[in-house]
Structure formats: structure tokens, C-alpha cells
């Protein structure tokens, strides 16, 4: 009788915790970005700016996805527009200089012993992350997230914010840079239960090959035509899938 009336009063008490826990900030945003995945497509907008402009990630992308189907992105770095399609674990990017190229074509070698910016491309797009992934990834590195009338937002931990500032995921590989003060922050827009914005900031101090270099950099994120989106590709594109 005791052992059933505790087990009872236990049951009580629990009901209330996963309520909170179901409807927190955090789980808030995660249940959103859920919710902008299980929709047919959508598009968006992505603004990069750091202090006095420019830099290598300057310059807006519009991406497209479908549901369980291809990705587009259309990346603007000053006069140069680079394009590329994803689907699954194939891909294939255009570049000025070399057209349409599938990723293992982009990351090759290509002998001059500098830096090559193709595989550089080829890197990013194999990490590439939709919005309502990298979301959820982003309420989960925040250490807390706190809701208003503007939306929910939060500081990043430290180890969220470096993976942020080298844009390598965790077990990358390889030597990449060394970061150091790092910390960042971010916030979320939700409306109907759908994510339609976020926006997150970086600042750390990024090392690579003993060169030390201070980064700002704010991304913002504008999710739009939910369910309206349209994706036609290249024919030189899908050969390279």
C-alpha cells in the first residue's frame, strides 16, 4: 500500500517537470524548426555581416529546399555568383571559373600547391546544414533560452561558438585553426507554431598557421514561401549528381 502510494505521489510530481520541460523556450524553437522541416518546401534569405563589411562570408545566399528532395543555393561574394545543388550526399557547385563541377570534382587536388577554393566550396557544402537543422542545433548550443515579446534568444556556450566561428563540426578531422574567446548569442522568430527567423552572433579570436585573426560576424536568417517554393535545375547539374 505504501509502495503504490509512492509510487503515485512520484507520478504527481513528474507530470509537472516534463510540462515545463515540453513547453521551454528551448523546446519551443526545437518544435518549430521540426515544423518548418515536415512542410513540402521553403526558401530563405541569408544576410552575413561583419564590422566595416566584406571578408570572405560577406555577401547574401537564397537558398531552396524541398522535402526529402533537392536543395539549391545561390551565393553572391561581390561580383562573383556561386551556385549549387544537394541532394542527399551528392552535390555539385558552379563556379565562375570551372561551371558546374559534382564536390569530389571540386575538391580535388588541383597540383598548384595554394589555396584551392574549390575544395574549400566543396567542404562548406558537405557540412551544409537547412535551416531547421542548424536551428535546432543552435537552441541546443545555447546554454539558456529565454522568451519575449520579440522572441526567444539566449547566449551560445563556448564550445557552440567555436564550432560557429571555424565552421567545422565536431570530429572534422584534420588541423584546423585554434579559437579563443570565443562566444556568441542568438535569437529565434517564431509565428503559428513555424519557425521565420533566427539570427546568430560570434566574436572570437580565430588562429591558423600562427596568424591570429579578431571575428565579428552576425548571420540572419529569413525563412519564406512555405509550401510555395519552386526548384528547377540545370541539366549540366544534374549530370553532376
Request: net charge positive; glycine share 14%; aromatic share 6%.
Given at each position: 500500500?505504501?509502495?503504490?502510494?509512492?509510487?503515485?505521489?512520484?507520478?504527481?510530481?513528474?507530470?509537472?517537470?516534463?510540462?515545463?520541460?515540453?513547453?521551454?523556450?528551448?523546446?519551443?524553437?526545437?518544435?518549430?524548426?521540426?515544423?518548418?522541416?515536415?512542410?513540402?518546401?521553403?526558401?530563405?534569405?541569408?544576410?552575413?555581416?561583419?564590422?566595416?563589411?566584406?571578408?570572405?562570408?560577406?555577401?547574401?545566399?537564397?537558398?531552396?529546399?524541398?522535402?526529402?528532395?533537392?536543395?539549391?543555393?545561390?551565393?553572391?561574394?561581390?561580383?562573383?555568383?556561386?551556385?549549387?545543388?544537394?541532394k542527399g550526399t551528392n552535390?555539385?557547385?558552379?563556379?565562375?571559373?570551372?561551371?558546374?563541377?559534382?564536390?569530389?570534382?571540386a575538391a580535388k587536388d588541383?597540383?598548384?600547391?595554394?589555396?584551392?577554393?574549390?575544395?574549400?566550396?566543396?567542404?562548406?557544402?558537405?557540412?551544409?546544414?537547412?535551416?531547421?537543422?542548424?536551428?535546432?542545433?543552435?537552441?541546443?548550443?545555447?546554454?539558456?533560452?529565454?522568451?519575449?515579446?520579440n522572441g526567444i534568444s539566449?547566449?551560445?556556450?563556448?564550445?557552440?561558438?567555436?564550432?560557429?566561428?571555424?565552421?567545422?563540426?565536431?570530429?572534422?578531422?584534420?588541423?584546423?585553426?585554434?579559437?579563443?574567446?570565443?562566444?556568441?548569442?542568438?535569437?529565434?522568430?517564431?509565428?503559428?507554431?513555424?519557425?521565420?527567423?533566427?539570427?546568430?552572433?560570434?566574436?572570437?579570436?580565430?588562429?591558423?598557421?600562427?596568424?591570429?585573426?579578431?571575428?565579428?560576424?552576425?548571420?540572419?536568417?529569413?525563412?519564406?514561401?512555405?509550401?510555395?517554393?519552386?526548384?528547377?535545375?540545370?541539366?549540366?547539374?544534374?549530370?553532376?549528381?
Amino acid at each position: 500500500m505504501k509502495r503504490n502510494l509512492l509510487s503515485s505521489l512520484l507520478t504527481l510530481l513528474a507530470v509537472p517537470l516534463l510540462a515545463a520541460e515540453a513547453t521551454s523556450p528551448k523546446a519551443e524553437v526545437k518544435n518549430a524548426a521540426a515544423a518548418l522541416g515536415a512542410q513540402t518546401n521553403y526558401s530563405w534569405h541569408t544576410i552575413v555581416e561583419t564590422p566595416g563589411g566584406g571578408g570572405r562570408f560577406g555577401g547574401p545566399t537564397d537558398g531552396k529546399t524541398e522535402k526529402g528532395g533537392y536543395t539549391t543555393l545561390t551565393i553572391t561574394r561581390g561580383d562573383n555568383t556561386i551556385e549549387a545543388v544537394l541532394k542527399g550526399t551528392n552535390g555539385a557547385i558552379k563556379t565562375p571559373d570551372n561551371g558546374w563541377q559534382s564536390l569530389a570534382e571540386a575538391a580535388k587536388d588541383d597540383g598548384g600547391g595554394g589555396p584551392n577554393p574549390g575544395r574549400f566550396l566543396a567542404r562548406m557544402m558537405q557540412n551544409f546544414k537547412a535551416p531547421e537543422v542548424q536551428a535546432a542545433d543552435l537552441a541546443g548550443q545555447a546554454k539558456d533560452l529565454k522568451k519575449d515579446t520579440n522572441g526567444i534568444s539566449g547566449d551560445l556556450t563556448e564550445d557552440g561558438a567555436k564550432v560557429l566561428l571555424t565552421f567545422r563540426p565536431r570530429g572534422g578531422g584534420g588541423e584546423g585553426p585554434s579559437v579563443s574567446n570565443a562566444k556568441g548569442s542568438v535569437k529565434f522568430w517564431l509565428a503559428d507554431g513555424k519557425l521565420v527567423k533566427y539570427q546568430f552572433r560570434v566574436q572570437g579570436t580565430v588562429s591558423f598557421n600562427g596568424n591570429d585573426r579578431d571575428v565579428d560576424r552576425t548571420t540572419t536568417v529569413e525563412i519564406k514561401d512555405v509550401n510555395t517554393t519552386k526548384i528547377t535545375l540545370p541539366d549540366e547539374a544534374q549530370k553532376k549528381l
